[in-house]
T-cell receptor, first 114, second 113 residues
Framework: AQSVTQLDSQVPVFEEAPVELRCNYS??????LFWYVQYPNQGLQLLLK??????LVKGINGFEAEFNKSQTSFHLRKPSVHISDTAEYFC????????????FGTGTQLKVEL | SAVISQKPSRDICQRGTSLTIQCQVD?????MFWYRQQPGQSLTLIAT?????????ESGFVIDKFPISRPNLTFSTLTVSNMSPEDSSIYLC??????????FGPGTRLLVL
């Protein structure tokens, strides 16, 4: 069975600074990888996904992530954050051929400060 | 991506009662799922809603507590039965077609007193 580890429960950062949210996964088979964002009192919005192909994927709102198979990581980055990026970010994985079942990490609360 | 709506958006219920949550999609989808997000926690898959047959439940979730229906390819319901305060959570439905990508509804925020 797959598992996802988000090492940082909270990440404070100043506006316009770069940020990296870390995600590592464990699986015995090939996987699909996702980042979702949850703004306060809202549902989950898909930020970006890795299904195949280029290991560097770009998503909405200026976010990008890089799939590193050897390190089993899928870290999320943004070169310059904005106050509006304050939210909870979830990394998720599903196994190829696993029936679309998503396993989520515990989430990282990104708090952007002035 | 599909537009997903849930009803109700939030509710406050008394213990021992049941609440049925609806999930409606604006287009036909292959798969529908129900998740629970307990306060301050991540998401946990409750079950896969199967069209025309019984839902497939994950370990720790049972049909008597969380009966699910999916009468067609655009609609599903989740009932939280005989509620207790421990059932206070956000309940989210998600949908997927091909390419393994799930899209989530806005969630139903449930408080059980």
């Amino acid at each position: 069975a797959q598992s996802v580890t988000q090492l940082d429960s909270q990440v404070p950062v100043f506006e316009e600074a770069p940020v990296e949210l870390r995600c590592n996964y464990s699986s015995s088979v090939s996987v699909y990888l996702f980042w979702y964002v949850q703004y306060p009192n809202q549902g989950l919005q898909l930020l970006l996904k890795y299904l195949s192909g280029s290991t560097l994927v770009k998503g909405i709102n200026g976010f990008e992530a890089e799939f590193n198979k050897s390190q089993t990581s899928f870290h999320l980055r943004k070169p310059s954050v904005h106050i509006s990026d304050t939210a909870e970010y979830f990394c998720a994985v599903s196994e190829m051929g696993g029936g679309n079942k998503l396993t989520f990490g515990t989430g990282t609360q990104l708090k952007v400060e002035l | 991506s599909a537009v997903i709506s849930q009803k109700p958006s939030r509710d406050i219920c008394q213990r021992g009662t049941s609440l049925t949550i609806q999930c409606q999609v604006d287009s036909q989808v292959t798969m529908m799922f129900w998740y629970r997000q307990q306060p301050g926690q991540s998401l946990t898959l409750i079950a896969t809603a199967n069209q025309g047959s019984e839902a497939t439940y994950e370990s720790g979730f049972v049909i008597d507590k969380f009966p699910i229906s999916r009468p067609n390819l655009t609609f599903s319901t989740l009932t939280v039965s005989n509620m207790s305060p421990e059932d206070s959570s956000i309940y989210l439905c998600s949908v997927a077609n091909r390419r393994e990508t799930q899209y989530f509804g806005p969630g139903t925020r449930l408080l059980v007193l």
